[in-house]
Protein backbone atom coordinates (compact mmCIF):
# COMPACT_ATOMS: atom_id res chain seq x y z
CA UNK A 1 0.00 0.00 0.00
CA UNK A 2 1.19 4.14 -0.19
CA UNK A 3 0.21 6.31 2.19
CA UNK A 4 1.59 10.06 3.35
CA UNK A 5 3.89 8.84 5.38
CA UNK A 6 5.45 5.51 5.92
CA UNK A 7 5.60 6.05 9.99
CA UNK A 8 3.13 8.80 10.33
CA UNK A 9 0.77 7.14 13.16
CA UNK A 10 -2.96 6.75 13.42
CA UNK A 11 -3.18 10.16 11.55
CA UNK A 12 -1.83 9.18 8.28
CA UNK A 13 -2.11 4.82 8.87
CA UNK A 14 -5.38 4.42 8.87
CA UNK A 15 -7.36 2.46 6.54
CA UNK A 16 -9.15 5.36 4.42
CA UNK A 17 -5.98 6.96 4.22
CA UNK A 18 -3.72 3.98 2.73
CA UNK A 19 -3.85 3.48 -1.18
CA UNK A 20 -3.72 -0.82 -1.95
CA UNK A 21 -1.01 -1.46 -4.98
CA UNK A 22 -1.51 -5.12 -4.38
CA UNK A 23 -2.66 -8.12 -2.95
CA UNK A 24 -0.06 -11.10 -2.79
CA UNK A 25 -0.28 -14.31 -0.43
CA UNK A 26 2.42 -16.35 0.61
CA UNK A 27 3.42 -19.33 2.57
CA UNK A 28 5.94 -18.23 4.32
CA UNK A 29 8.22 -15.25 4.29
CA UNK A 30 11.65 -15.69 2.33
CA UNK A 31 13.26 -13.84 -0.27
CA UNK A 32 12.91 -16.74 -3.10
CA UNK A 33 9.15 -17.05 -2.18
CA UNK A 34 8.92 -13.06 -2.24
CA UNK A 35 10.50 -12.92 -5.77
CA UNK A 36 8.09 -15.98 -7.25
CA UNK A 37 4.89 -14.06 -5.91
CA UNK A 38 5.64 -10.64 -6.53
CA UNK A 39 5.22 -9.63 -10.61
CA UNK A 40 7.82 -8.15 -12.20
CA UNK A 41 5.12 -5.53 -14.35
CA UNK A 42 4.24 -5.13 -10.94
CA UNK A 43 7.90 -4.01 -9.73
CA UNK A 44 8.36 -2.22 -13.02
CA UNK A 45 5.18 -0.28 -12.83
CA UNK A 46 6.72 1.45 -9.49
CA UNK A 47 10.07 2.08 -11.10
CA UNK A 48 8.41 3.82 -13.65
CA UNK A 49 6.69 6.36 -11.38
CA UNK A 50 9.50 8.83 -10.87
CA UNK A 51 7.63 12.37 -11.27
CA UNK A 52 3.97 13.36 -10.06
CA UNK A 53 2.57 16.27 -12.46
CA UNK A 54 1.22 18.92 -9.80
CA UNK A 55 -0.30 22.22 -10.77
CA UNK A 56 2.25 22.62 -13.91
CA UNK A 57 5.02 21.33 -11.89
CA UNK A 58 7.11 17.78 -11.88
CA UNK A 59 7.48 16.53 -8.76
CA UNK A 60 9.63 14.21 -8.30
CA UNK A 61 8.92 10.68 -6.00
CA UNK A 62 10.36 9.71 -3.18
CA UNK A 63 9.78 6.02 -2.57
CA UNK A 64 10.78 4.61 0.74
CA UNK A 65 10.05 1.01 1.74
CA UNK A 66 8.53 0.34 5.14
CA UNK A 67 8.75 -3.23 7.13
CA UNK A 68 9.67 -5.29 10.02
CA UNK A 69 13.52 -6.06 10.69
CA UNK A 70 13.05 -10.01 9.13
CA UNK A 71 10.76 -7.89 6.43
CA UNK A 72 14.39 -6.13 5.81
CA UNK A 73 16.47 -9.01 5.42
CA UNK A 74 14.43 -11.36 3.41
CA UNK A 75 13.69 -8.04 0.69
CA UNK A 76 17.21 -7.25 0.56
CA UNK A 77 18.84 -10.04 0.53
CA UNK A 78 20.65 -10.51 3.73
CA UNK A 79 22.01 -13.44 5.76
CA UNK A 80 20.00 -12.48 8.69
CA UNK A 81 21.15 -11.94 12.00
CA UNK A 82 22.94 -15.29 12.51
CA UNK A 83 25.50 -14.23 10.45
CA UNK A 84 28.62 -12.29 11.60
CA UNK A 85 27.58 -9.11 9.72
CA UNK A 86 23.84 -8.77 11.04
CA UNK A 87 23.27 -5.45 10.93
CA UNK A 88 20.59 -4.63 7.94
CA UNK A 89 21.94 -0.81 7.67
CA UNK A 90 25.81 -1.42 7.65
CA UNK A 91 28.49 -4.60 6.81
CA UNK A 92 29.95 -3.69 10.41
CA UNK A 93 31.37 -7.19 11.71
CA UNK A 94 28.91 -7.97 14.89
CA UNK A 95 31.75 -7.78 17.17
CA UNK A 96 32.19 -4.22 16.85
CA UNK A 97 28.81 -3.11 17.20
CA UNK A 98 28.97 -1.73 20.20
CA UNK A 99 30.96 1.60 18.61
CA UNK A 100 28.23 2.73 16.65
CA UNK A 101 30.25 5.98 15.47
CA UNK A 102 32.14 3.88 13.56
CA UNK A 103 28.99 3.35 11.11
CA UNK A 104 25.95 4.67 8.76
CA UNK A 105 23.75 3.42 7.08
CA UNK A 106 23.76 6.21 4.46
CA UNK A 107 27.72 7.14 4.18
CA UNK A 108 29.47 3.76 2.50
CA UNK A 109 32.99 5.85 3.71
CA UNK A 110 31.27 4.28 6.98
CA UNK A 111 30.26 0.85 6.08
CA UNK A 112 26.67 1.67 5.16
CA UNK A 113 25.18 -1.13 2.69
CA UNK A 114 24.66 -0.44 -1.06
CA UNK A 115 23.17 -2.23 -3.87
CA UNK A 116 26.20 -1.57 -5.81
CA UNK A 117 28.62 -3.85 -3.15
CA UNK A 118 25.97 -6.28 -2.67
CA UNK A 119 26.17 -6.87 -6.62
CA UNK A 120 30.03 -6.86 -6.03
CA UNK A 121 29.96 -8.94 -3.20
CA UNK A 122 27.74 -11.38 -4.88
CA UNK A 123 29.28 -11.55 -7.82
CA UNK A 124 32.96 -12.14 -6.34
CA UNK A 125 31.44 -15.26 -4.19
CA UNK A 126 30.34 -16.58 -7.29
CA UNK A 127 33.77 -16.19 -9.18
CA UNK A 128 35.15 -17.82 -6.06
CA UNK A 129 32.23 -20.74 -6.25
CA UNK A 130 31.71 -20.88 -2.96
CA UNK A 131 28.01 -20.29 -1.07
CA UNK A 132 27.09 -16.96 -1.30
CA UNK A 133 26.37 -14.45 1.66
CA UNK A 134 29.47 -15.21 3.06
CA UNK A 135 30.84 -12.29 2.28
CA UNK A 136 29.21 -8.82 4.77
CA UNK A 137 25.81 -10.75 5.61
CA UNK A 138 24.64 -10.55 1.78
CA UNK A 139 23.18 -14.03 0.56
CA UNK A 140 21.02 -13.21 -2.94
CA UNK A 141 20.00 -10.50 -5.08
CA UNK A 142 17.21 -8.12 -3.42
CA UNK A 143 13.88 -8.86 -3.87
CA UNK A 144 13.13 -5.85 -5.86
CA UNK A 145 16.50 -5.42 -7.82
CA UNK A 146 17.91 -2.32 -7.88
CA UNK A 147 14.17 -0.11 -7.33
CA UNK A 148 14.87 0.52 -3.37
CA UNK A 149 18.36 1.13 -2.24
CA UNK A 150 18.96 -0.06 1.66
CA UNK A 151 19.09 3.43 2.93
CA UNK A 152 15.12 3.66 1.43
CA UNK A 153 14.09 1.09 3.97
CA UNK A 154 12.19 2.19 7.01
CA UNK A 155 11.97 0.00 9.45
CA UNK A 156 8.32 0.33 11.96
CA UNK A 157 8.65 1.82 14.98
CA UNK A 158 5.32 -0.43 16.25
CA UNK A 159 7.66 -3.21 15.87
CA UNK A 160 10.99 -1.90 17.24
CA UNK A 161 8.55 -0.84 19.83
CA UNK A 162 7.59 -4.71 21.05
CA UNK A 163 11.31 -5.75 20.68
CA UNK A 164 11.86 -3.68 23.55
CA UNK A 165 8.63 -4.73 25.25
CA UNK A 166 9.96 -8.23 25.01
CA UNK A 167 13.12 -7.38 26.07
CA UNK A 168 11.70 -5.50 29.25
CA UNK A 169 9.27 -8.49 29.97
CA UNK A 170 12.45 -10.81 30.20
CA UNK A 171 14.01 -8.49 32.76
CA UNK A 172 10.89 -8.56 34.80
CA UNK A 173 10.65 -12.23 34.87
CA UNK A 174 14.11 -12.83 35.59
CA UNK A 175 14.04 -10.47 38.42
CA UNK A 176 10.85 -11.52 39.53
CA UNK A 177 12.27 -15.16 39.68
CA UNK A 178 15.08 -14.11 41.91
CA UNK A 179 16.00 -16.92 45.00
CA UNK A 180 16.57 -15.79 47.87
CA UNK A 181 15.35 -18.26 50.10
CA UNK A 182 14.74 -22.15 49.56
CA UNK A 183 11.94 -24.01 50.10
CA UNK A 184 8.47 -23.52 51.07
CA UNK A 185 9.37 -19.95 51.76
CA UNK A 186 10.60 -19.31 47.84
CA UNK A 187 7.45 -20.85 46.85
CA UNK A 188 5.21 -18.35 48.59
CA UNK A 189 7.09 -15.31 48.05
CA UNK A 190 6.21 -16.62 43.82
CA UNK A 191 2.94 -17.16 44.32
CA UNK A 192 2.23 -13.43 45.90
CA UNK A 193 4.44 -12.15 42.94
CA UNK A 194 1.99 -14.50 40.22
CA UNK A 195 -0.91 -12.72 42.40
CA UNK A 196 0.49 -9.38 42.06
CA UNK A 197 0.88 -10.08 38.29
CA UNK A 198 -1.85 -11.53 37.58
CA UNK A 199 -4.00 -8.97 39.40
CA UNK A 200 -2.24 -6.14 36.88
CA UNK A 201 -3.61 -8.07 33.83
CA UNK A 202 -7.22 -8.06 35.31
CA UNK A 203 -7.21 -4.88 35.96
CA UNK A 204 -6.18 -4.18 32.42
CA UNK A 205 -9.03 -6.56 31.46
CA UNK A 206 -6.91 -8.72 29.43
CA UNK A 207 -6.71 -11.78 31.83
CA UNK A 208 -8.78 -14.13 29.94
CA UNK A 209 -6.04 -13.43 27.12
CA UNK A 210 -2.80 -13.43 29.08
CA UNK A 211 -1.49 -14.68 32.69
CA UNK A 212 1.11 -15.49 34.72
CA UNK A 213 2.44 -19.21 36.60
CA UNK A 214 4.84 -21.11 37.70
CA UNK A 215 7.49 -22.72 34.96
CA UNK A 216 9.21 -25.77 36.50
CA UNK A 217 11.94 -25.43 34.09
CA UNK A 218 12.68 -21.72 34.45
CA UNK A 219 14.94 -22.11 37.08
CA UNK A 220 17.78 -24.98 38.08
CA UNK A 221 17.63 -27.10 41.36
CA UNK A 222 16.60 -30.54 42.26
CA UNK A 223 14.60 -32.33 44.84
CA UNK A 224 12.62 -30.90 47.29
CA UNK A 225 14.53 -27.76 46.50
CA UNK A 226 14.07 -27.28 43.16
CA UNK A 227 12.32 -23.81 42.11
CA UNK A 228 9.71 -22.34 39.83
CA UNK A 229 10.16 -19.76 37.16
CA UNK A 230 7.35 -17.02 36.79
CA UNK A 231 6.00 -17.41 32.88
CA UNK A 232 3.80 -15.66 30.84
CA UNK A 233 0.77 -17.45 29.02
CA UNK A 234 -1.26 -16.84 26.47
CA UNK A 235 -1.50 -14.40 23.04
CA UNK A 236 0.46 -11.44 24.13
CA UNK A 237 -0.16 -9.31 21.09
CA UNK A 238 1.06 -5.67 20.30
CA UNK A 239 -1.86 -4.39 21.50
CA UNK A 240 -2.10 -6.19 25.10
CA UNK A 241 1.65 -5.16 25.50
CA UNK A 242 0.27 -1.38 25.44
CA UNK A 243 -2.03 -2.38 28.16
CA UNK A 244 0.47 -4.69 30.15
CA UNK A 245 3.01 -1.63 30.39
CA UNK A 246 0.31 0.68 31.56
CA UNK A 247 1.26 1.46 35.11
CA UNK A 248 2.94 -1.94 35.68
CA UNK A 249 3.70 -2.42 39.65
CA UNK A 250 7.36 -2.70 39.39
CA UNK A 251 7.63 -1.86 43.35
CA UNK A 252 4.58 -4.41 44.28
CA UNK A 253 5.98 -7.07 41.86
CA UNK A 254 9.83 -6.64 43.28
CA UNK A 255 9.48 -5.54 46.84
CA UNK A 256 8.77 -8.76 48.10
CA UNK A 257 12.17 -10.44 47.33
Sequence with gaps: YVGKLCEGGL????????VPLGVFQVTHESNEILRNVIPAD?????KQLKFVHYKGKDIPITKPLGGDMMNFVYVMGLAGFSSNHSCVWCTVHKEDLKVPDNTSCYDTGKKARSLFEQKMQLKDEDKKKKTPGNSLGYKCEPVF???????????????MKLRVYDYILDGILVRASQQTKYGQTHIQEMEEKIEILNKHVNDKKIGKLVWFNYDEDKKGGSGKDKVKGIQLNGNFGGDLQDLFFQNFPYNKAFSIV
Excluded: R
Design 11 to 18: ETQTAKLL
Design 42 to 46: FCEQI
Design 145 to 159: DDLFEFSDYVIDTLH
